[in-house]
């Protein structure tokens, strides 16, 4: 006994809706893989579930926007206006740019280079050459600020040391000046507290007062 014809409408419950558009988008996600692998053939498939989260599945061979371009001038429908269409065109500009500057940068690595032509290699060693040239001489600019802050340096070191010599210079004269200030007015205070008549005399009387 085959199986009775299913309804196609809305399902209300929502767990059963949900199971249920989880195997039909696998199984038409798998139809899609199928259908590109079997025929040869470019497909894009985008779906959006209730909740809003998107899946979608396309050709190795091509991309969703290269179909959607091939749709509108085949269909004759407009997908895009001026400003998107002009958006594209710089996006794709700027991929062909960035190509091609991965391209050249594989060649200065020396990568991918058996099949240039020579005047293809003689440009890519004139640029070498010119790059090398500036980071000599980037590394010259380099040791020479170098050495001149040495020297900065070794002056101001220089100058350091004189004015600390000059300090402790200073400072020992000011030692000086005070110690013999110190032992002075301690030779004065002595005098002034010994009698005169204890006082240390000449040996010999002045030989004029005598005359």
């Not at 309804?7 to 988008?25: A, D, G, L, P, Y």
């Not at 991929?95 to 032509?117: A, F, V, Y």
């Not at 400072?171 to 008549?197: C, G, I, K, L």
Request: hydrophobic fraction near 35%; include cysteine.
């Amino acid at each position: 006994m085959g199986r009775g014809k299913i309804e196609i409408k809305r399902i209300e419950n929502s767990s059963n809706r949900q199971v249920t558009f989880s195997k039909r988008r696998s199984g038409i996600i798998k139809k899609a893989k199928e259908i590109t692998v079997l025929c040869d053939a470019q497909v894009s498939l985008v779906i959006f579930a209730s909740s809003g989260r998107m899946h979608e599945y396309c050709s190795p061979s091509t991309t969703v926007v290269d179909l959607l371009d091939k749709y509108q001038k085949q269909s004759g429908k407009r997908l895009w206006d001026a400003k998107h269409e002009n958006l594209s065109n710089e996006i794709d500009r700027i991929k062909k740019e960035n190509e091609s500057m991965q391209i050249e940068l594989r060649h200065l690595k020396g990568q991918d280079i058996s099949s240039l032509p020579h005047k293809e290699l003689m440009a890519i060693e004139e640029v070498l050459d010119t790059g090398l040239a500036a980071v000599r001489k980037k590394q010259m600019e380099f040791h020479s600020m170098l050495e001149q802050n040495e020297k900065i340096l070794d002056e101001e070191f220089k100058h350091l040391q004189f004015v600390l010599q000059q300090q402790e210079m200073a400072m020992e004269e000011n030692a000086m000046e005070m110690e013999n200030a110190y032992h002075q007015q301690r030779v004065r205070d002595y005098n002034s507290q010994v009698p005169f008549a204890f006082r240390v005399q000449p040996i010999q009387p002045n030989l004029q007062e005598r005359m």
